[in-house]
């Protein structure tokens, strides 16, 4: 039993009027929003790695946390870790957590030890699940952070680093699927390059393609149900990324035909790195057909980096969480806090207090979203600025037997002269903003 988080209460819903720092003022798990409650809707998860791993180290400077059971080098103190961390999850009460196998294990001498070592830790995860701990959102393996992936994981030059790659996912499935985890996520930490002198762009992708293709086979040959996700993200930390954002993403799929086998992880802070909002990338994975869970969270945007701060903006919040409704609302994804500290907040009491305040501000973004969709406020307009293409000659236009040049013969008999309607853009503004 961790004492690290010791007089600090479970946190409950005490309404908007509550000065409490530590009650959530917006986040009512119970509330019925439709046919879900706003638990269901938003599926939280607490990831392991920012909350227990980092130490609070900049490129400029180093450790400013400190914690019990660092430098959780040994298996006593990657329990003690663990200890803290359901009890964190337990003063939340969120349903869900996610780890990658670096987080919750040191490693060990050799692969098979660092393999043993996560099933020991498994082991110690399935009796505190099973003791009324929360639920396995996603597991991944961490292929970014030793020496050994400097060079890329499955798209590394050297082979026996793609083995170990093959090696170490299989673990980190077999042990998602043993805790009964809803989705597995490939995040290519390293899978990009760094200059074009000593890089073989068609022997890389294919590796990655191949690889894919073979986590997407064992997730049916040990008959896993959840759903295998990449999370894109551009830049950082390699200058050219493969997985670039997720329209890059989904023509990588469909080159190798896993576009049905395979979905999105969206992070909002990596959105902003590739160019891109929140909302843009959401709408763009339901367009396609591949949204799957998300990674809340935001940048700062004066840094021009990934900074993983708590999220802050209600109306940004609303809009992610529109697309998500517009998508169906998630299946077996949800919303996973990759989020940390800034380095100077360092007592417990703040990592309880930062998901306090972004489990509040995504509740607050999903009852505007759900109010925007119910009314029809943005569904109306859109719906009548195409409603030009609902008849029978305009849509005879995109059928398969028209043709170019019979398009043209068309236009010029009816001596067309259209002219432009405007997009109200700012009234449509002004509708997210009244309802946010």
Request: glycine content about 8%; aromatic content about 12%.
């Amino acid at each position: 039993m961790s004492t690290y988080f010791q007089n600090i209460p479970a946190a409950t819903y005490e309404g908007p009027d509550s000065t409490n720092p530590l009650a959530f003022r917006h986040y009512n798990p119970d509330m019925m929003l439709g046919d879900k409650t706003m638990a269901e809707h938003l599926r939280f998860a607490v990831c392991y790695w920012h909350n227990f791993v980092w130490e609070g180290n900049d490129p400029f400077g180093g450790q400013t946390f400190e914690r019990p059971w660092f430098p959780a080098d040994t298996m006593d103190l990657a329990r003690a870790k663990a200890d803290a961390a359901f009890e964190m999850f337990r003063i939340l009460n969120v349903p869900y957590f996610c780890f990658h196998d670096h987080d919750v294990r040191p490693e060990g001498d050799t692969l098979a030890e660092s393999h043993k070592r996560l099933n020991e830790m498994a082991d110690y995860f399935e009796a505190k699940m099973a003791a009324g701990g929360p639920k396995l959102l996603w597991g991944t393996a961490n292929m970014f952070s030793n020496r050994r992936y400097m060079s890329g994981a499955s798209t590394n030059p050297d082979p026996d680093v793609f083995a170990y790659c093959a090696s170490t996912v299989k673990s980190c499935m077999d042990v998602t699927h043993r805790l009964n985890g809803e989705n597995y996520v490939l995040w290519g930490g390293r899978e990009g390059y760094e200059t074009l002198l000593n890089t073989d762009l068609s022997r890389e992708l294919e590796q990655m393609g191949r690889f894919l293709s073979m986590v997407v086979e064992y997730k049916h040959k040990i008959g896993f149900k959840g759903a295998i996700l990449i999370e894109p993200k551009p830049q950082e930390p390699t200058k050219h990324q493969y997985d670039f954002d997720v329209a890059t993403v989904y023509g990588f799929l469909k080159r190798f035909g896993l576009e049905d086998e395979v979905q999105m992880n969206i992070e909002q802070g990596h959105a902003i790195l590739a160019g891109h909002s929140f909302e843009h990338e959401l709408a763009m994975a339901r367009t396609l057909g591949i949204f799957g869970s998300i990674d809340m969270n935001r940048n700062d945007y004066q840094s021009g980096w990934d900074t993983d701060q708590f999220p802050n903006s209600p109306s940004e919040a609303a809009l992610a969480y529109y697309e998500v409704l517009m998508a169906g609302g998630f299946k077996t994804g949800g919303t996973n806090f990759d989020a940390k500290l800034r380095r100077q907040s360092l007592d417990a009491e703040d990592l309880i207090a930062a998901h306090i305040g972004g489990m509040d501000i995504c509740a607050r973004g999903l009852i505007s979203a759900h109010k925007m969709i119910e009314s029809d406020a943005l569904e109306a307009p859109r719906r009548a600025r195409y409603a030009g293409w609902n008849n029978a000659a305009a849509q005879a236009m995109l059928a398969p037997d028209a043709t170019l040049d019979g398009i043209a013969a068309d236009a010029e008999a009816r001596n067309l002269t259209p002219q432009p309607v405007s997009g109200a853009q700012e009234k449509l503004e002004n509708i997210v903003n009244r309802f946010v």
